[in-house]
């Protein structure tokens, strides 16, 4: 069965202090794995398609990899508007391109 | 553009009372979709509509009844409303053209509660 987990839960920073979320996936023969950001009372927001094993993608203060098993997604010196839940999803090649597994996201809170 | 809207913003209903959910788009976009995100779990698809006229079920489509009558329009009904249908609902949408397989554009949701 197709699965996404995303760790941790939640994560507090300071501003200026990198770290990473991290987005675990089993899925038969992934066709994609997304990274949206979503704010408090909005819908998601698309930031990233990876595609292969190595690929990796950078809007801003965002980069995101990705290995054979899971995603990370890098926050370089995060800055307060950086506050939002980061939800993370793959694609199936059983799914198709209708079919998206989500995370339960990770909600980061930067402060100043 | 407005993207994708979606109508009310916020509803409670009594159980078993119904009501419908519209959604529109306004990027010409074949795909649309409907989702419920509930607290500690992810966004899991209820139906999705490959184009006009067409229907299909998702993930938890158990309770929901759909229609695409309109390319614009996807409307989500509730028949008979459960307090385990008490979920935040959004919908979403993306075009067919290569290059936009991946990306689904998603509108601001609709906060539902069941009593």
């Known amino acids: 069965e197709d699965q996404v987990t995303q760790s941790p839960e939640a994560l507090r920073l300071q501003e200026g202090e990198s770290s990473s979320l991290n987005c675990s996936y089993t899925?038969?023969?992934?066709?994609?794995l997304f990274w949206y950001r979503q704010d408090p009372g909005k819908g998601p927001e698309f930031l990233f398609t990876l595609y292969s094993a190595g690929e990796e993608k950078e809007k801003e203060r965002l980069k995101a990899t990705l290995t054979k098993k899971e995603s990370f997604l890098h926050i370089t010196a995060p800055k307060p508007e950086d506050s939002a839940t980061y939800l993370c999803?793959?694609?199936?090649?059983?799914?198709?391109?209708?079919?998206?597994?989500f995370g339960a996201g990770t909600r980061l809170a930067v402060h100043p | 553009n407005a993207g994708v809207t979606q109508t009310p913003k916020f509803r409670v209903l009594k159980t078993g009372q119904s009501m419908t959910l519209l959604c529109a788009q306004d990027?010409?976009?074949?795909?649309m979709y409907w989702y419920r995100q509930d607290p500690g779990m992810g966004l899991r698809l209820i139906h999705y509509?490959?184009?006009?006229?067409?229907?299909a079920k998702g993930e938890v489509p158990d309770g929901y009844n759909v229609s695409r009558l309109k390319k614009q329009n996807f409307l989500l009904g509730l028949e008979s409303a459960a307090p385990s249908q008490t979920s935040v609902y959004f919908c979403a949408s993306r075009g067919s053209n290569p290059g936009q397989e991946n990306e689904q554009f998603f509108g601001p949701g609709t906060r539902l509660t069941v009593l």
């Open positions: 990027m010409n976009h074949e795909y």
């Open positions: 899925v038969s023969g992934l066709r994609g």
């Open positions: 999803a793959v694609q199936s090649a059983a799914g198709g391109y209708n079919k998206l597994i």
């Open positions: 509509s490959v184009g006009e006229g067409t229907t």
